[in-house]
């Protein structure tokens, strides 16, 4: 069954401003990722987060994670028109496979 | 240069036929992958290989039948094609490790089904 649930499923936002998407879980989970897909492209890895960790920063990108809640957060800041993609959080759990989410949706306007 | 590459990039063709998708990594990764993404993007795992062997098969139809002839190539072939089979279809790549597994995906297969 599926894991991950991004929130909410379509963000639109102005050039400069932050985007915020979240993902909830409903099992254990060893580590959570998020990956972003550009319109007709394949996914690609933005970060991974573990278990033992509650917050991971890579550029503009701030991702937390809250095990107690299960759920996640993606903060991309000063947002830009090329940020414009869908964002999934897959979580792992060891030696199952990756489960997607649904993705958020975000258009960035210029 | 590219890292997971996947042929043909479109594939269109009459229900009832059967095709092939062909997808190459040169990254030395040891698993790869093949996922179906629906119309609503919803990312579904199909199967795993690892290092040529299966690991993972979800309850896929067995018209679909994943070949690997080598750890660097996993293909996808799929007898009596249906309507419903028209998805996205992306392989990836990785080697997981600790847990922990990073997948690359090739640029997707769109497979329309008439």
């Known amino acids: 069954s599926q894991q991950g649930e991004e929130d909410p499923q379509a963000l639109s936002i102005q050039e400069g401003e932050n985007a915020t998407m979240n993902c909830s879980y409903k099992t254990s989970i060893n580590n959570l990722q998020w990956y972003r897909q550009n319109s007709g492209r394949g996914l690609v890895h933005l970060i991974l987060?573990?278990?033992?960790?509650r917050e991971k920063h890579s550029g503009r990108l701030r991702v937390t994670l809250d095990t107690s809640k299960k759920s996640s957060s993606l903060l991309i800041t000063a947002s830009r028109a090329a940020d414009t993609a869908s964002y999934f959080c897959a979580t792992g759990s060891g030696n199952t496979p990756l489960v997607f989410g649904k993705g958020t949706r975000l258009s960035v306007i210029a | 240069d590219t890292a997971v590459s996947q042929t043909p990039k479109y594939l269109v063709t009459q229900m009832g036929n059967d095709k092939s998708i062909k997808c190459e990594q040169n990254l030395g990764h040891d698993t790869m992958y093949w996922y179906k993404q629906d119309s609503k993007k919803f990312l579904k795992i199909m199967f795993s290989?690892?290092?040529?062997?299966?690991?993972i098969n979800e309850t896929v139809p067995n018209r679909f039948s994943p070949k690997s002839p080598d750890k660097a190539h996993l293909n996808l072939h799929i007898n009596s094609l249906e309507l419903g089979d028209s998805a996205v279809y992306f392989c990836?790549?990785?080697?997981?490790?600790?847990?922990?597994?990073?997948?690359?995906f090739g640029p997707g297969t769109r497979l329309t089904v008439l």
């Open positions: 990836a790549s990785s080697t997981p490790r600790g847990g922990e597994d990073t997948q690359y």
């Open positions: 290989y690892n290092n040529k062997e299966l690991i």
């Open positions: 987060i573990r278990s033992n960790e």
